[in-house]
């Protein structure tokens, strides 16, 4: 059974939306093939054109950050994690902003065929959707305040409230 995540006000990463710690330690998305779309950072990450889709190894993502004098913040991403010898649909280009799917209780990753999903929210927030046992088990070692987000869409729903990240970090 998959689990959906949401980092928000954590006192154990400086912005939300810095993917180079999680990356670090959760070697499953290091061994995935992403496609990244949507992007908006507030640095230009060398070797990568944040105008198109990029499709991009976990590893090599990561070897780029840790390249990088700064790390780069995600304001806005979404990063949809394949299988690593996975064909990526080129068709597929989801967005994070002003897309309300995710705080609906329940949400599935939006590209098709992904395994999973990580979704910078507006320098406020990290989603991560569909995310199998195992490595919501790291998540949750990595992130002790990490929050079940389909557990605050339902708690949000119930009392007549459209969830809402916190503002964002600064």
Request: net charge negative.
């Amino acid at each position: 059974m998959s689990k959906n995540l949401i980092l928000e006000k954590s006192k154990y990463i400086k912005y939300y939306t810095y993917l180079k710690r999680t990356f670090a330690n959760i070697e499953e998305f290091r061994d995935m093939k992403w496609l990244i779309s949507g992007i908006e950072t507030n640095l230009l990450i060398p070797g990568l054109n944040l105008d198109e889709n990029i499709e991009i190894i976990g590893s090599d993502l990561l070897e780029i950050i840790n390249g990088m004098k700064h790390e780069p913040q995600w304001i806005w991403a979404v990063l949809g994690g394949f299988k690593k010898n996975q064909t990526i649909p080129k068709f597929c280009s989801p967005l994070a902003d002003g897309n309300s799917r995710y705080w609906k209780s329940g949400v599935t990753p939006e590209m098709p065929c992904a395994i999973t999903e990580i979704v910078c929210w507006d320098s406020s927030c990290t989603l991560f959707v569909g995310i199998d046992d195992g490595v919501a088990e790291k998540l949750y070692n990595l992130y002790p305040d990490i929050m079940d987000l389909d557990e605050m869409n339902t708690t949000s729903a119930q009392q007549g409230d459209a969830p809402e990240p916190a503002s964002p970090a600064r």
